[in-house]
C-alpha cells in the first residue's frame, strides 16, 4: 500500500497541525471507549473527518468468525467525536467500528478497526470486548497495594524481566511456562532436594524491590490462536491494543476477561511477595501503521516531515507525535488507567527521547493524584526525529524539564564493559584505561546531564544486545571462565556501589548467556527461540554460578544496610564521596563518609594487586574477591591489597 493510505502526506499533515485544529478537536472527556452497565452500554470514538461511523457487535472475538449480530450508526458528538448509547446488556460481546470518510483519498480511508480505547479483546486483538472490570478483580483487591510505597527511590532494586524468560525452560520447575501465572508460582526449585528456589521465590531470596516486566500490553508479532508455539517469540516492544493485557501470556486468549484477571492476580502476588511491578510501556512508535487510532484519524498519530516523509527516529517507520494534543492524553490516559486498574508501580518508556516533556509530565501529574511515588524512567536517547511544532524532547539533556523521571545511563553502561554498539570494544572491567574518568561522575549518581542522583538509573546489561557475560567474552578473546567471572563480579559491584538506582538484568546473576545452536552469542534476541532466551535455572546448581548469585545477592544486601549508597541529593554526593589520588589508571579508590561511618571503596581493573595507602585498622572487610556480605567477612588488617580485577569494600564506625 502506499504511504497516502495511512495519511503520511503533507496535506493531512497541515490540516492536524494548525492551531485551529487543535482548538476545534481537542476532546476532553474521559468517556472514549466502550463504557459498561447493565442497562447500557456507551459507545465513543474520536475520528474527527469520518462521514460515517457505526458499530458492529460480535458474539465472538475471534475475527475469522463471521458472527456479527449487529451493526449500528453513531452520532456525532463534541470536538469530532461519535458516540452512541446501546440500550440492553452488551457484557462480553466482541465490537469493531467501520470508519467512512468523505474526502478525495476516501478509498483508502473506509476501514473496519479495533477500538483504540479498547479494555478488553479477542484473540489476536482485532476485536474488542464490552467488559466489566470489576468482575475481573481478584478476591480482596481494594487492599492490594505497592508494597514499597515506604520506600525512596534510590532504595530501589530493579529486576529487568521478559515475562516467558522466567519460566520457559523445563529448569524452572514452573508449571504455567512463559504465562502470566508462571511469574508467581512459589516453592518451585531446580534441584531433587528441593533447596534451590527458582522463579519468584529466587528474586525475592535475592532481595529485588521491583520487577520490571518487558511489555506486556497487547502486542502483534506472537499468534495468540497458537500460543503453545515455542518457536514464536518476541520481545513485545510492537503495541497493537495499548490498554488490553497481552493474550499470548493468558492460559486463554480468546475470552477477553481471562487475561485481564491472570494479570491483576500476577500483580496482587508479586505485591503479596513484597515485590513492586513496573510495566515497559512503548508510545513512541506502534507495530505499524494500521494502528487503529491511525486509521480512525489518518496520518495523525505520526510524525511526517512537510515534505510528507516519514519521521523514523524509532527506526520502526512510524514515530509517535505525541506533541499533538489528543495523542498526548491517548498516552496519558493509557498509563493512568494502568496505574488506577491494575494497581502498577511503575513505567518504564522505552525511547522516552521521542516523546515531548509536557505529555511526561502530565503523566507525572496524573500519576501523583493516584498516589505520589509511581515510578517512572525511560530510554532518554537523543534521536533524530521531525516534530510537528516546536516542543522539547524527554531526552536526557532536558532531564532538568521533568519532574520526577529517571534515564537508563548509559555511560556507567559502556564505560564499564565497553559499547554495546562495538562488539570488540572493551570497558574498564577488561583493562580499558579510557574508561576511568567516564565512570567518576556516574558514581556519584551525577552523569553530566543529570541533576541529582534520583535521575539516573545504572546498569550494566538488559534485554538490549549482548548480555554481560557475552559482552566480557567477545572483546576478551580466550578468556578464561575464571577471569570472565572476576570481570563480572567487577561490573555489579561498580553499578552497586554507585549512587543512583540499580537495574539488574534477569539471569545476570548467574552469568545469562544468549547462545545459538552454533554456539554464536545472540545480540538482539528480539525473535530467538526460547531455548536462546530462557533463564537457565540448572546453572544454579554449579558451585561457581551459584558463587556468583551470592555474590549479587551480598551486594543488594549491603545496599540494603547502608544508605551512604542511596542517596537523593545532589548535595549529599558532592560532600560526601571523595576520590582519593592515585595515577593507576585501571584502579578507582573512594570514600564515602557521612553520619558517623565511613565506606572505602576499591575497583581494582588492572592485573596486579592494588595496595590500599591508608590504616584500614578497625574497618572491617564487606567485600573481598567473589564475597559479598553484608554483615561482614572478616576484620581488616591495617595493610590490604585489593586482588587483580577484583573489588574491595571496607567500611568502619567513626
Ligand atoms: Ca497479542
Keep these: 500500500m502506499d504511504n497516502i493510505s495511512y495519511g503520511f502526506n503533507k496535506k493531512w499533515n497541515t490540516r492536524y497541525s494548525t492551531p485551529e485544529f487543535e482548538n476545534t478537536y481537542t476532546y476532553q472527556g474521559n468517556d472514549l471507549g466502550s463504557t459498561y452497565a447493565r442497562e ?163 528474586i525475592k531470596e535475592m532481595g529485588i524491590t521491583h520487577v520490571h516486566l518487558l511489555p506486556f500490553y497487547d502486542y502483534a508479532t506472537i499468534d495468540e490462536s497458537k500460543p503453545f508455539n515455542s518457536e514464536e517469540y518476541n520481545w513485545g516492544y510492537d503495541p497493537l491494543n495499548y490498554n488490553v493485557p497481552e493474550g499470548s501470556y493468558s492460559t486463554d486468549p480468546y475470552d477477553g476477561n481471562v487475561r485481564i484477571k491472570e494479570l491483576k492476580e500476577t500483580i496482587k502476588a508479586f505485591h503479596e511477595n513484597g515485590i513492586s511491578v513496573i510495566m515497559d510501556v512503548v508510545y513512541n512508535h506502534t507495530f505499524n501503521e494500521e494502528f487503529c487510532f491511525n486509521k480512525a484519524v489518518p496520518g495523525y498519530f505520526y510524525r511526517i516531515d512537510e515534505n510528507g516523509e516519514r519521521s523514523n527516529g524509532s527506526a520502526c517507520g512510524n514515530d509517535t507525535a505525541s506533541e499533538r494534543s489528543m495523542v498526548s492524553k491517548f498516552i496519558a490516559d493509557s498509563v493512568e488507567y494502568w496505574a488506577k486498574e491494575y494497581h502498577l508501580d511503575g513505567f518504564r518508556f522505552d525511547l522516552v527521547g521521542l516523546i515531548d516533556v509536557d505529555t511526561i509530565n502530565e503523566i507525572r501529574r496524573r500519576l501523583d493524584k493516584i498516589r505520589p511515588g509511581i515510578f517512572l524512567y525511560g530510554e532518554g536517547w537523543d534521536l533524530n526525529t521531525v516534530l510537528t511544532r516546536e516542543t522539547k524532547l524527554a531526552k536526557q539533556e532536558n532531564i532538568y524539564l521533568l519532574n520526577q523521571f529517571a534515564m537508563f545511563n548509559d555511560d556507567i553502561r559502556d564505560a564499564i564493559k565497553g559499547s554495546v554498539f562495538e562488539e570488540a570494544e572493551k570497558g574498564f572491567i577488561s583493562g580499558n584505561e579510557e574508561s576511568k574518568e567516564l565512570m567518576l561522575d556516574s558514581i556519584k549518581g551525577l552523569p553530566t546531564w543529570s541533576t541529582s542522583p534520583c535521575d539516573v538509573i545504572n546498569y550494566t546489561s538488559c534485554h538490549d544486545n549482548y548480555t554481560l557475560f557475552d559482552k566480557i567474552r567477545l572483546c576478551n578473546e580466550n578468556i578464561s571462565f575464571e577471569d570472565a567471572v572476576k570481570q563480572n563480579l567487577l561490573a555489579i559491584s561498580i553499578v552497586m556501589f554507585s549512587q543512583g538506582t540499580p537495574l539488574i538484568h534477569a539471569g545476570e546473576e548467574i552469568l545469562r548467556t544468549k547462545t545459538d545452536t552454533d554456539g554464536s552469542y545472540v545480540s538482539d534476541s528480539v525473535r530467538s527461540s526460547d531455548s536462546v532466551n530462557g533463564i537457565d535455572w540448572a546453572k544454579l546448581k554449579q558451585k561457581e554460578y551459584m558463587d556468583v548469585y551470592q555474590y549479587y545477592k551480598g551486594m543488594i544486601e549491603i545496599r540494603k544496610k547502608y544508605d551512604l549508597l542511596r542517596y537523593n541529593t545532589k548535595e549529599e554526593a558532592e560532600k560526601n564521596i571523595m576520590f582519593a589520588e592515585n595515577s593507576n589508571d585501571l584502579v578507582i579508590e573512594y570514600t564515602i563518609t557521612d553520619k558517623g561511618r565511613e565506606m572505602l571503596v576499591v575497583f581494582n581493573a588492572s592485573q596486579k594487586p592494588y595496595s590500599v595507602d591508608k590504616d584500614l585498622s578497625g574497618y572491617t572487610v564487606l567485600v573481598e574477591g567473589n564475597q559479598a556480605k553484608a554483615s561482614g567477612i572478616r576484620k581488616a588488617e591495617s595493610k590490604e591489597k585489593a586482588e587483580s580485577v577484583s573489588t574491595m569494600v571496607f567500611v568502619k564506625t567513626l
Excluded at 474527527?48 to 461511523?53: H, Y
Excluded at 467525536?81 to 440500550?87: D, I, N
Design 40 to 202: 447500557k452500554t456507551l459507545f465513543v470514538l474520536w475520528s474527527p473527518f469520518a462521514k460515517s461511523v457505526s458499530v458492529n457487535i460480535f458474539e465472538h472475538g475471534d475475527a475469522e468468525v463471521s458472527d456479527m449480530l449487529e451493526s449500528v450508526s453513531m452520532n456525532k458528538g463534541e470536538n469530532g467525536t461519535w458516540r452512541l448509547e446501546l440500550e440492553g446488556d452488551y457484557l462480553n460481546k466482541y465490537y469493531t467500528y467501520s470508519v467512512k470518510f468523505d474526502d478525495e483519498y476516501n478509498q483508502f480511508f473506509d476501514c473496519e478497526i479495533c477500538d483504540p480505547y479498547a479494555k478488553a479483546c479477542g484473540v489476536n486483538g482485532k476485536r474488542a470486548m464490552v467488559v466489566d472490570l470489576m468482575s475481573t478483580n481478584p478476591e480482596n483487591w481494594e487492599a492490594d497495594e505497592d508494597p514499597n510505597r515506604d520506600l525512596k527511590q534510590n532504595d530501589y532494586v530493579i529486576y529487568e524481566l521478559h515475562t516467558r524468560d522466567l519460566s520457559s525452560l523445563d529448569s524452572s520447575g514452573i508449571k504455567n511456562k512463559g504465562k502470566f501465572l508462571g511469574l508467581t508460582e512459589n516453592k518451585t526449585t531446580v534441584d531433587s532436594e528441593g533447596t534451590i528456589a527458582t522463579g519468584i521465590d529466587h
